[in-house]
């Protein structure tokens, strides 16, 4: 099966700076990839697809990279709010679908 | 607009069996597949398995393979999502989830 490293697997940051986040899959996965926002408490949200597209109404500060096996995902100017964890997820048509180990982000 | 609406929460006991309903509305049932997620607390997510609707045919993670059985019901657009020999470790909230569409998940508690 295809495995998907997420680091760090925590982060620490401060309001503006800008935070990046990397997911490294064991196997080319092409773009199949998306980026979640988990917040306690909430339903995980879906914040990137097909590794940079963002879905309709999520902040254009959030912003997504790579294809293949490396890619990436960046929130240009943290704000407060953005205090979540954030998970990549790899999504073609070959099950299964692991998500990283997950990233907490706090400020 | 697209409602995933689970069923409530559940206390279980030990070796005992849950099974959690998944309400789709919004969308037309059969042309989305749907995935099942968990998160015990303090862990991450964890990708269970996808039933698609149309055909039922289901797929699941390794670790769930023999306790885990995905159902469907097309003429009420609810997906099922059953997990046998519960164990202390399976207490956590689960989540169906299409994509950008999430159900606001179903905590369930294993306990003696």
Known sequence: ????????????????DRVTI?????????NYLNWYQHKPGEAPKLLIYDAST??????????????????????????PEDIA????????????YPFGQGTKLDI | QVQLVQSGAEVKKPGASVKISCKASGYTFTNYFMHWVRQAPGQG????????PRGGSTDYAQQFQGRVTMTRDTATSTVYMELSSLRSDD??????????FWGQGTLVIVSS
């Open chain 1, 1 to 16: 099966d295809i495995r998907m490293t997420q680091s760090p697997s925590s982060l620490s940051a401060s309001v503006g």
């Open chain 1, 22 to 30: 990397t997911c490294q899959a064991s196997q080319d996965i092409g």
């Open chain 1, 54 to 79: 963002l879905v309709t109404g999520v902040s254009s500060r959030f912003s997504g990279s790579g294809s293949g096996t490396d890619f990436t995902f960046t929130i240009s100017s943290l704000q």
């Open chain 1, 85 to 96: 964890t954030y998970y990549c997820q790899r999504y073609d048509n070959v099950p299964p």
């Open chain 2, 45 to 52: 997510l964890e990708w269970m398995g996808i039933i698609n």
């Open chain 2, 91 to 100: 207490t956590a909230i689960f989540y169906c989830a299409r994509g950008r």
